[in-house]
């Protein structure tokens, strides 16, 4: 398999995975503001903290408002990570990419496309951006079912697969300080951790499989505890983690690579304190994002710069 080949899928999967879960995040964002109660002082720009964007709004805007958070994050072309340029990526690695993916994977992605670029005023509408967003992820959500439902398993899966569980594994630290830092502002209510806490179990789709695995009320120990170390939920840290190593592992040279990245992956299962949720969780899932960053260096350095 050409590495540059190995790259574009590598891309398209991080790319829709990251489309999906950026319109979660600003979608649990939504929710949260309109479950606190009034006093709650939260800040839109608490998002751009969180995907550490600050330079790069703060050179684009001068007020930190709701409007310029989200029209950075949903269709700002100077943001890389905007949900519009992310699109762009995706369908660009799907076109030069075409033979090793299924073929209506193309309609899907061009779809998708059209529907955000005729839609992006209801994105920036309070009234109409859910179901804008809604919309999104369901229609990332069909792609990977069907890359997930119609491949071999061959490279090309699984390089999809790792970009897939990378980035993946990353939103989640993010959908977590998300939540942390709601908690850790001045203003409290007596519901406050339910409902911070059960709008990051909406936003990774988890409600039923932490009512499931736990049996017990949402509350952030346990939501923190689950979505990072549940090896059998598909949007926890840990089975992100676990698939990570099972891809590295069944690609050429993955052997070599997963004995040098191993200890990148060990460390982000190593936080064992759930019962203080504070500033070293948040630290802790900062250096997630470093050590996952990393990873993705050493991946590139392997697969990629070969041709």
């Excluded at 995040?25 to 800040?43: E, R, T």
């Excluded at 684009?60 to 943001?79: A, G």
């Amino acid at each position: 398999m050409l590495s540059r080949v190995a790259e574009r899928v590598y891309w398209t999967a991080r790319y829709i995975e990251r489309v999906e879960n950026t319109a979660r995040l600003i979608n649990v964002f939504n929710s949260l503001l309109l479950d606190l109660p009034q006093g709650v002082d939260l800040s839109w720009y608490t998002l751009i903290i969180i995907n550490g964007s600050e330079e790069a709004f703060n050179d684009r805007y001068k007020v930190q408002s709701e409007r310029n958070v989200i029209k950075f994050m949903v269709s700002d072309l100077d943001n890389p990570s905007s949900i519009v340029n992310s699109m762009f990526w995706i369908r660009e690695n799907i076109r030069t990419s075409r033979d090793v993916v299924p073929v209506e994977t193309w309609e899907l992605v061009n779809e998708l496309n059209i529907f955000i670029k005729a839609n992006l005023q209801y994105g920036l509408n309070k009234g109409a951006r859910h179901e804008f967003l809604e919309h999104i992820v369901a229609a990332c959500q069909q792609i990977v079912g069907l890359i997930q439902g119609s491949m071999i398993r061959n490279a090309s899966w699984y390089f999809l697969n790792l970009g897939t569980n990378i980035e993946r594994a990353d939103m989640i630290t993010r959908f977590l300080d998300a939540g942390m830092a709601v908690l850790l502002t001045e203003d409290t209510s007596p519901n406050q951790d339910q409902i911070v806490w059960g709008n990051v179990l909406s936003s990774a789709s988890a409600e039923m499989a932490y009512l499931k695995a736990t049996g017990d009320m949402v509350n952030g120990p346990q939501v923190v505890e689950f979505l990072m170390t549940h090896a059998e939920f598909p949007r926890s840290i840990k089975f992100c983690v676990d698939r990570i190593g099972v891809c590295i592992e069944r690609l050429p040279k993955g052997q070599e690579l997963l004995v040098k990245v191993k200890k990148h992956l060990d460390h982000c299962l190593n936080y064992q304190d759930f019962e203080r949720l504070g500033h070293p969780l948040r630290q802790h899932l900062n250096d997630m994002q470093i050590y996952l960053s990393a990873l993705h260096n050493d991946v590139a350095a392997t697969w990629f710069a070969l041709d």
